[in-house]
């Protein structure tokens, strides 16, 4: 079984909307962390907002947050008032805790979001 | 800081041929690992290390090989190059993971990445 699925391959989106990129994971670990992370067509990796699973609130960076809905095992990415600069991949990834996390990211498959003038 | 940097960025090889993907940082992090990258796969994790002189296999570790020396170097061997190695590399770093659940200590910050072909 998937254990990051994201189940949006592409979104078109209107320059100024708001997107809400979709993410569910499965995890038995009650220690973990989720990430999303954005890759422009230049290729690179770009860090965007961390969740730990312990965290009470919903994370904030910026114009990017994520709506942690722990129950349901969701950690969507809300980006709000959407620039023609956040065309990119995005992927979502998590890092299970036990055993010291050292087993790294297991991320999904991504969504293509194209933001159009 | 110059943060993760990978060379080269982009290399040929022929089917058979050994190369070294060499990954670097000056952020003073335990942890680094190697991913490759896939198109529809999204990252997938080849090896890893917590520190100098430990490394392990992650996912798909077959056809690699992984040392790690000092705490800023972390070089992907290629012992045989396949055509099936032919992928986008990145290779990643942290501060030690563990259970803080703290973006600080979790967050895995990438470098360029490396585009290989393989002939």
């Known amino acids: 079984a998937q254990k990051i699925t994201q189940t949006q391959p592409g979104m078109f989106v209107q320059e100024k909307e708001a997107v809400t990129l979709d993410c569910t994971y499965d995890?038995?670990?009650?220690?973990?962390?989720l990430f999303w992370y954005k890759q422009p067509s230049s290729g690179e990796m770009i860090f965007l907002i961390y969740?730990?699973?312990?965290?009470?609130q919903n994370a904030t960076e910026g114009r990017y947050s994520l709506n942690f809905q722990k129950a349901r095992k969701s950690a969507n990415l809300v980006i709000s008032a959407s620039q023609l600069g956040d065309s990119a991949m995005y992927f979502c990834a998590m890092r299970e805790l036990r055993g010291g996390g050292a087993d790294g990211l297991t991320f999904g498959k991504g969504t293509h979001l194209i933001i159009q003038p | 800081n110059a943060g993760v940097t990978q060379t080269p960025k982009f290399q040929v090889l022929k089917t058979g041929q050994s190369m070294t993907l060499q990954c670097a940082q000056d952020m003073n992090h335990e942890y680094m690992s190697w991913y490759r990258q896939d198109p529809g796969m999204g990252l997938r994790l080849i090896h890893y290390s917590v520190g100098a002189g430990i490394t392990d296999q992650g996912e798909v570790p077959n056809g690699y090989n992984v040392s790690r020396s000092t705490t800023e170097d972390f070089p992907l061997r290629l012992l045989s190059a396949a055509p099936s190695q032919t992928s986008v590399y990145f290779c990643?770093?942290?501060?030690?993971?563990?259970?803080?659940?703290?973006?600080?200590?979790?967050?895995?910050?990438f470098g360029p990445g490396t585009r290989l072909l393989v002939l």
């Open positions: 969740q730990g699973s312990y965290d009470q």
């Open positions: 990643a770093s942290s501060y030690d993971p563990g259970t803080s659940g703290s973006s600080v200590q979790e967050t895995q910050y």
């Open positions: 995890t038995s670990d009650p220690s973990y962390g």
